[in-house]
C-alpha cells in the first residue's frame, strides 16, 4: 500500500461522525468489503482484515461502542505475494446477533451477495460513510498524474454494482469492472475522485 493511499486513509479514519446511522452505514460496508462470516465452534463469527491498523482499531472501538460487543485481535505478517501485515479483527461472541444488525444476514440467515439491504435504502446522508467504509476495506487510490484513478476491490460483481448505484446517487460517475479475478470499482474522471474525497472526508 503506497504512501497517498496511507495518508487518505489515516485521514478518513480520524473524521467522526456524530450521527449513529452514518457509524453504523461505515461499519457495515467496512465489515462487508474486508470481511466474512465463519462458523467456529457452531456459532457464527464476523471477521475482518485490514491492511490499516487505525482502521482496525476503528472497526474494534466502533463494535463495542455501538453494539456493546468484545473483540479479537491479531496480526498476519507478510506471507508470499503479500508484502503488508493484516490485521484482523473478529467477533465471536455474539457474531450472528451483529451480522443481523449489520444486514450481513438477510431476515432467513443467508448472508447477502451485494450490499446489506439498510445500506442500498440509507438516506443521501449516510452515502459518504458507505463510501469512506468501501475505501477504508478495500480501497487505494493511484499517485496523481493522468492516470489518476481511485479503486476499490469489492467481494462480490453484486457488491460492486451496488457502490456504483450510491456512486450516482452522489453524483460521482464510478464503473465497475473484474480485474484479474477481482471485482473492482473504479473512479477515474479526476473532479469526480477530488469531489468523492470531500465527501468521504
Not at 508484502?83 to 479483527?89: E, G, I, K, N
Not at 450490499?115 to 467504509?133: E, F, H, Q
Not at 476491490?153 to 460517475?173: F, I, K, N, Q
Amino acid at each position: 500500500m503506497h504512501s497517498l493511499t496511507v495518508a487518505v486513509k489515516d485521514e478518513l479514519v480520524s473524521h467522526h461522525s456524530d450521527l449513529t446511522s452514518q457509524r453504523v452505514a461505515e461499519l457495515s460496508t467496512i465489515l462487508r468489503f474486508a470481511g466474512g462470516l465463519h462458523v467456529i465452534g457452531g456459532n457464527i463469527a464476523v471477521e475482518v482484515e485490514l491492511d490499516h491498523l487505525e482502521t482496525a482499531k476503528r472497526v474494534r472501538k466502533d463494535i463495542r461502542d455501538i453494539f456493546g460487543m468484545a473483540t479479537d485481535a491479531a496480526v498476519m505478517q507478510p506471507a508470499g505475494n503479500r508484502t503488508h501485515p493484516l490485521y484482523v479483527v473478529r467477533v465471536r461472541q455474539g457474531g450472528e446477533t451483529l451480522a443481523r444488525q449489520t444486514g450481513l444476514l438477510d431476515p432467513r440467515k443467508r448472508p447477502v451477495r451485494g450490499l446489506p439491504n439498510k445500506l442500498t435504502t440509507s438516506p443521501i446522508g449516510d452515502l459518504p460513510a458507505i463510501w469512506r467504509g468501501a475505501f477504508l476495506a478495500g480501497g487505494s487510490i493511484s499517485e496523481p498524474g493522468r492516470s489518476a484513478a481511485i479503486e476499490i476491490v469489492a467481494p462480490t460483481g453484486e457488491a460492486a454494482m451496488a457502490m456504483v448505484g450510491r456512486g450516482a446517487r452522489l453524483g460521482v460517475p464510478s464503473k465497475a469492472r473484474e480485474v484479474r479475478m477481482a471485482h473492482r470499482v473504479m473512479v477515474r474522471d479526476g473532479e469526480a475522485i477530488s469531489e468523492l474525497l470531500t465527501l468521504m472526508g
